[in-house]
């Protein structure tokens, strides 16, 4: 009996190792998301030799009125400032919303690779602090309806 509790004691700190380096969201104030309003993101890097993947969060209602969202990134790294503009599909009128809903809740969690990768920065490759800048640049501003925005970078090597 000792012995298969050890086992699984140990099991379970193998499958529980964190995988995470970072995530952060940012409230956006009152669910309307102005565009002088810029959720800003740093986090530190030491191990350069690892891979990660980068991730948008996006939160927002169900009243939500559009199918896609356009953000400004800017992302400053310890030796340059890289920036681009993306347009990132939510959902569609036929299936709904993309991400993960819990009642009128929905998160989108989006791969950054090939925006990042186009715009200079493929991988994380100098220690120190990165910070990611998010604009909304939607031509309804305030934005209704968007909870939070933030950035989720995980070790995938």
């Not at 998301?33 to 927002?60: G, M, N």
Request: with cysteine; proline share 5%; charged share 20%.
């Amino acid at each position: 009996m000792r012995i298969t509790a050890l086992f699984l004691l140990s099991l379970l700190f193998i499958q529980c190792k964190p995988i995470n380096l970072y995530e952060q969201t940012i409230d956006i104030p009152q669910h309307k998301w102005k565009s002088d309003f810029i959720p800003s993101c740093t986090f530190q890097v030491s191990d350069t030799t690892a891979q990660y993947e980068t991730f948008l969060i996006l939160r927002h209602t169900d009243a939500y009125p559009y199918n896609n969202i356009w953000l400004f990134v800017q992302v400053e790294t310890p030796d340059k400032v890289i920036s681009f503009r993306t347009e990132q599909r939510l959902g569609n009128n036929e299936k709904g919303w993309f991400g993960t809903g819990l009642n009128d809740v929905y998160e989108h969690r989006i791969s950054l690779r090939a925006e990042l990768t186009k715009a200079g920065l493929n991988g994380y490759s100098k220690s120190g602090p990165y910070t990611f800048r998010l604009t909304q640049i939607m031509r309804e501003d305030p934005l209704p309806a968007v909870l939070q925005a933030g950035i989720r970078v995980e070790r995938i090597h």
